[in-house]
């Protein structure tokens, strides 16, 4: 062997050659192992990102064209003229949707330069986008702000997934993203790009409470979004990355130099010229957005009318549509509808203007209090305090009558301090305090004008004072009240004369009466006559006259009937459960001595049928409510009506009570300008005042009296009668002064004023009218020697009774009850509160007038 040098060293390179072969195959086999992971991983990982993406797909929720339209829009209220009076808004449905060809091109162009501008190429993902977005964001370290969104997925974002602002972790995001982009695409095949583009400006955010371009035209340019300029344009279209940040009445720079960003983008995109580019930068449009900002600002709470149509529009969605109330209230403050009230704008401006003047010719301004305290223990438990445990502290600490009842707010508010003072409240950490305290004018008044022959409410006042809510308590609506002598006509006299066989020339006895309790019936005046027509019973609010023919020709029940063909809705027949022991089928009814009270809208409604020759015609506040598409979703033109009595029955009455307001308890009402009949009313200790009556063209209610039933004797007791007569010659300024049409079915004729016979020579004689079917058929046997008989006296002669007066019975109680069963004052169970406003009086004596 050869063992020399030249061959180990040959001998060596050849072992050390074998070793560098073998790690070189190592090395080879751990790469290729590496490789092998490395794409099994991406296969597994590709596998599960498919698994995952399937599975985000699948639970993507299912979407229709439909479900990305904007579903919170601003509902209208016009007047009878179809000029808008109020919105109605929920925080998210200040909306009014316009069509994409209510819009002008300049605001869909802004829109697609700034945020999509491959818009009208791509199929709901912009593919270039995300590249570039993506791009951005690494060179920026990984900072992922560019965004890539297409107004098609902006549009999804905001109406299916509205919660993305409250994404928590990463998968939330990618998760929200990838649906966003599934559903672009499957929405871009069932919509049109314009229909997208309109769907998307009738959705974005634009600030300042600002849904969609019309509201935001609106709010601060003050204009219908049709007539926005291209500068105009551009502010709004550079709000919508940042809101508040873009808010061009707080943040005018900003948006500023993002609306040039806009115009940049749309001249670049050619949407737009340079000539127009030019005229847009040079635009001062920031100067006009601060001049109409506060002109388009409202805060004010609805008045008493939109209060009463919106409790009415919820009641009829719930009763013809069969909506929940929520889904009720959800369609009318968000459903974008138009809603026609019947409220006559004039009229209503006329009562609004008169009833902030009563207090020129009221003796007196006093204030009620409303009071609520309740402390939140922090261990869950709740302590309450009420205006009727404030009121008996006061009462019995003042020896105050009328506990609730202040000469000024400072008196009102030193009030409540005492009596906190009292009660040695201590709060801890963790404790929360909530304290009502609502202070109004006093005494208060409501109004309701009607049209009679339609039902349709033109106006309403539910108060005195500034109205600081909306939705609060509405004393033409929501609070009742005793009716006093206006119940005379309603439940007693037109019966009477509808089916009874009365007429106006019928003598009644008015002499000393009792109630079946053996209770004495008393006469406003304390006077009895002897006996009195049924014209001159009504033209003087006799008590004992209406007592006597409610109780002995008409009957009860019959008068109970009537009132509920009249509309009352608050009557009580021994039945119900919440008023046990009493009933409105009583004696006391004939005076307005019922249980709960009226509404002052049924009592005009009642009077108003009359006015409208017997025919009662359902009030109503809205003549159509229609969707956000315009189509009719209740059609309220024709309300419900029904006779409640005949057309001459309606005439009689109508021409007694107009001797009420010639020569009677109403003239203080009388019109200079037009005829008019009426009925006043007055319960004991003048605790409530009511005058209704009507004109051939309009019926009005006005009713007047303190929140806390305190009693205006004393005071100026024509007060209510003046407001009626104030508003309504005004009302009537300009119309026609016309008599009230006599029906065929009515005659005239001279009678007896003894017998009520057909006169003959020697007869004192009286000239009535009378329903064809009532008419004295006999002629009267003639007389010896001449009965007295009371003569109607001039109201303006020095001695003549004071038909304004309506002094009340002093010695009658005022608490209602059952005749047979006085109610126990100290009586825990006694539904009667003398600081509640709906405390009826003493059903046995109400007082007349």
């Not at 060809?101 to 491959?118: K, L, N, Q, S, T």
């Not at 406003?837 to 007038?849: K, M, R, S």
């Amino acid at each position: 062997m050869n063992y020399g040098k030249k061959n180990l060293s040959k001998r060596k390179n050849q072992i050390s050659s074998k070793k560098r072969m073998k790690t070189k195959r190592v090395g080879v086999r751990f790469f290729k192992a590496l490789i092998l992971c490395i794409l099994l991983l991406a296969v597994i990982c590709v596998i599960g990102g498919v698994i995952l993406i399937k599975h985000i797909i699948d639970n993507t929720p299912n979407v229709t064209a439909e479900d990305i339209l904007p579903k919170g829009y601003t509902t209208t209220i016009v007047d009878q003229n179809g000029t808008e009076i109020e919105t109605l808004k929920d925080s998210d449905s200040n909306r009014v949707y316009k069509t994409y060809d209510e819009i002008p091109e300049y605001m869909a162009h802004a829109f697609v330069a700034i945020e999509d501008e491959r818009f009208y190429e791509h199929n709901g993902i912009d593919l270039q986008g995300i590249l570039r977005a993506g791009m951005v964001g690494i060179t920026n370290g990984f900072n992922f702000s560019e965004g890539a969104s297409t107004i098609t997925q902006q549009l999804i974002k905001n109406n299916v997934f509205p919660n993305f602002v409250s994404e928590k972790t990463f998968y939330d995001r990618i998760e929200r993203k990838l649906q966003e982009q599934y559903l672009a695409l499957q929405i871009e095949k069932e919509m049109s790009k314009e229909e997208i583009l309109e769907a998307y400006m009738n959705t974005i955010n634009l600030g300042q409470g600002c849904l969609g371009v019309q509201t935001a035209a609106t709010r601060y340019f003050n204009k219908d979004v049709s007539e926005l300029t291209l500068s105009e344009c551009a502010v709004i279209a550079a709000i919508t990355k940042n809101p508040t940040g873009y808010d061009p009445v707080t943040h005018p720079d900003a948006n500023e130099k993002r609306r040039k960003t806009v115009l940049d983008n749309m001249l670049d995109q050619g949407w737009i010229e340079q000539a127009e580019y030019d005229e847009a930068l040079a635009d001062p449009v920031y100067d006009r957005i601060l001049q109409t900002a506060a002109v388009t600002e409202d805060k004010e709470p609805y008045s008493y009318f939109v209060d009463a149509l919106i409790d009415d529009v919820i009641q009829d969605l719930i009763d013809e549509k069969g909506y929940t109330e929520t889904q009720a209230y959800n369609l009318l403050y968000s459903g974008g509808l138009t809603i026609k009230s019947t409220q006559d704008s004039k009229i209503q401006q006329i009562c609004d203007e008169e009833v902030a003047n009563v207090g020129e010719y009221l003796s007196i301004a006093e204030y009620g209090l409303e009071y609520a305290l309740t402390i939140h223990r922090a261990d869950g438990t709740t302590e309450n305090y009420s205006k009727e445990q404030l009121a008996s502290y006061i009462k019995e600490a003042h020896n105050d009558s009328n506990p609730l009842v202040f000469s000024s707010e400072d008196d009102a508010r030193a009030a409540i301090e005492e009596y906190k003072g009292t009660l040695n409240i201590n709060t801890e950490a963790g404790d929360t305090v909530d304290e009502s305290i609502e202070i109004t004018l006093q005494p208060q008044t409501s109004v309701v004008i009607m049209d009679q022959y339609t039902g349709q409410v033109k106006a309403i006042v539910g108060g005195r004072g500034t109205k600081q809510t909306s939705l609060s308590l509405n004393r033409a609506t929501d609070s009742t009240r005793q009716p006093g002598s206006t119940f005379k006509v309603v439940s007693t006299y037109a019966p009477g004369l509808n089916e009874c066989g009365m007429t106006l020339a019928t003598s009644i006895k008015d002499e000393p009466y009792e109630y079946a309790n053996g209770k004495p019936v008393r006469n406003w005046d304390g006077k009895y006559i002897g006996s009195a027509t049924v014209r001159y019973a009504i033209e003087h609010s006799m008590n004992v006259c209406a007592v006597r023919t409610l109780t002995e020709t008409v009957g009860l029940e019959k008068g109970y009937e009537y009132l509920q063909k009249f509309g009352f809705t608050t009557l009580v027949d021994g039945t119900d459960e919440n008023y046990p022991g009493h009933t409105d089928i009583a004696q006391s009814t004939a005076l307005g001595g019922i249980t709960r009270g009226v509404y002052n809208m049924e009592l005009t409604a009642a009077f108003a049928s009359i006015a409208n020759g017997g025919e009662y015609t359902e009030p109503v506040l809205y003549t159509q409510i229609l969707d956000h598409d315009g189509n009719v979703l209740i059609d309220n033109t024709t309300p419900d009506t029904h006779e409640v009595i005949k057309e001459s029955t309606a005439y009689l009455l109508t021409s007694a009570m107009e001797d009420v307001v010639r020569k009677g308890t109403g003239t203080p009402a009388r019109l200079s300008n037009m005829t008019a009949a009426g009925k006043t009313g007055t319960t004991d200790d003048s605790t409530d005042l009511w005058f209704v009556g009507y004109t051939p063209y309009y019926t009005g209610g006005v009713w007047g009296g303190y929140d806390a039933n305190k009693s205006m004797s004393g005071m100026n007791s024509n007060w209510h009668k003046t407001l009626w007569k104030n508003i309504m010659e005004r009302v009537h300024e300009g119309l026609e002064d016309k008599d009230f049409e006599i029906p065929s079915s009515v005659v005239r004729k001279s009678i007896c004023r003894e017998s009520g016979l057909l006169a003959v020579d020697g007869c004192p004689t009286i000239t009535e009218y009378f329903d064809k079917d009532t008419l004295p058929t006999q002629s009267c046997s003639g007389h010896i020697t001449e009965p007295e008989e009371p003569v109607d006296e001039d109201p303006d002669s020095s001695t003549a009774q004071d038909p304004a007066a309506e002094p009340s019975d002093p010695t009658t109680p005022t608490t209602p009850t059952d005749p047979d069963e006085p109610t126990d004052p100290t009586d825990p169970t006694d539904p009667t509160d003398p600081t509640d406003p709906t405390t009826p009086t003493d059903p046995n004596n109400p007082a007349g007038g």
